[in-house]
């Protein structure tokens, strides 16, 4: 039987290879990481702010990872299936469950699938709270009480089906309508927000406790304190999304240790596996309690390769001088990008904590990114005009102010 000839659709030259267009990715490529430093294949050599978007909190090539790689591949186990127990998971979720709120841990394999799986777990949660006949709804799969999504103005939740309904960038909603429902924005207003959260029919809402994406905006302590207690009275779960603003890089090793306020739910990805695939959901007591066996699942989260390594770099991340390291670089990089606002008068605004930072320019945030790497700097942007700076929280204060001092000069030479 002859094959029916197939016409080969056109590539876009720009894409220079087999990979799906989804990326405008960078001219060079990457061959290998040192410590703070990575290398193309010309040989140059990037200071990294950038930590690959908030995933090499230890930096390249660290000592520590590869161990733990090692340590579990000896085993011969790098997947075995949630049906058996495994060591390492068990570990890593005693860690977490330890060291914060939670009282379980589940295991995903990315952020947007943490946010899923939260937004799940919140609605299994609401249905146990809906008095018996309220949850009665015309078909098997229709409306139901109590089981809407809030999310917060500038929030980036992930690029998947349903949390892409909780993601607002219209850009990246647009494409993709209709979106998953009962999923909406609130403004990050408390007056909104306490017209918004109705009780009877709100599951939960998800806040970044500085929302990364969104320009690296910290959401007001007041407004926070005042969500927990209104999804308190309501019966709402409070998610808090620390995928880019937990595990370290706040100077903390929540982000909801900042804020004063204690939420029913975190999620955890980027740094949790050293740059393994790896998410979370930590939960209290209450929402632990109504997840039943056949609930949610994933094939490959917490196997024992990437716990072994999560549980590894938790610890490195939960040690006390790391966090203050942390907090005390911290302090000297805002410092340092007040001073360089003053002296180039190219900052319109500065905002961050810890090892997270936005600066607001004049110029697009892309040109400047641009110059930075042909200076050898990676940063990143969050929005058209600002800049987003995210470096390994194992950064030196020598490699900090280097960075920070070419950073100066491709802003400063802005028109
Ligand atoms: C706050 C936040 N939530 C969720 C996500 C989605 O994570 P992932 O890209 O691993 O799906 C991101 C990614 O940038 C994020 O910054």
Redesign the pocket.
């Known amino acids: 039987m002859s094959t029916p000839a197939v016409a080969t659709p056109a590539v876009t030259p720009s894409t220079e290879s087999a990979l799906l267009g989804t990326y405008k990715r960078a001219p060079m490529r990457i061959v290998r990481g040192e410590g703070v430093t990575l290398f193309d294949d010309a040989g140059r050599a990037y200071l990294d702010f950038a930590s690959g978007?908030?995933v090499n909190a230890l930096g390249y090539g660290d000592a520590g990872i590869a161990h733990a790689v090692q340590q579990a591949l000896d085993t011969g186990l790098v997947h075995v299936s949630n049906l058996f127990r495994t060591e390492p998971g068990e570990r890593l979720a005693e860690w977490l469950v330890a060291h914060s709120f939670a009282a379980r841990a589940f295991f995903c394999n990315?952020?947007?699938?943490a946010?899923e799986g939260a937004f799940k777990f919140a609605r299994r949660w609401a249905r146990t709270l809906v008095p018996p006949g309220a949850d009665e709804a015309p078909g098997p799969f229709g409306p139901c009480a109590k089981h809407e999504i809030v999310s917060l103005r500038g929030a980036?939740?992930?690029?998947t089906m349903g949390v892409l309904a909780a993601t607002d960038r219209p850009q990246y909603r647009a494409p993709f309508r209709p979106l998953a429902g009962g999923i909406s924005i609130a403004e990050r207003d408390v007056k909104e927000l306490d017209a918004t959260l109705d009780a009877e029919r709100v599951a939960a809402v998800i806040v970044?406790p500085v929302q990364?994406?969104g320009g690296v905006r910290v959401v007001d302590h007041g407004l926070l304190r005042e969500l927990r207690a209104m999804t308190a009275e309501r019966q709402i779960a409070l998610i808090f999304?620390e995928?880019?603003c937990g595990l370290g890089r706040l100077g903390t090793l929540w982000a909801y240790e900042t804020t004063g306020v204690v939420p029913d739910m975190v999620t955890l990805?980027?740094p949790l596996a050293g740059g393994l695939p790896m998410?979370a959901v930590l939960v209290n007591e209450a929402i632990a309690g109504a997840v039943q066996p056949g609930d949610h699942g994933t094939t490959f989260g917490g196997g024992p390769l990437v716990a072994n390594v999560a549980l590894h770099v938790c610890e490195r991340l939960g040690d006390p001088a790391l966090l203050a390291h942390v907090r005390e670089q911290g302090a000297f990089m805002g410092e340092a990008l007040k001073a360089i606002g003053e002296r180039t008068g190219k900052v319109r605004a500065l905002r961050g904590a810890g090892l997270m930072w936005g600066v607001d320019t004049h110029e697009p945030a892309a040109q400047i990114v641009g110059r930075a790497r042909d200076a050898g700097l990676l940063i990143l942007t969050a929005g058209d005009h600002t800049l987003r700076l995210l470096p390994p929280l194992v950064i030196t204060r020598d490699d900090l102010a280097r960075g920070l001092a070419q950073l100066e000069d491709v802003i400063g030479v802005a028109q």
């Open positions: 978007i908030a990315s952020g947007a699938e946010n980036f939740h992930g690029r970044e990364g994406e999304d995928i880019q990805a980027k998410g």
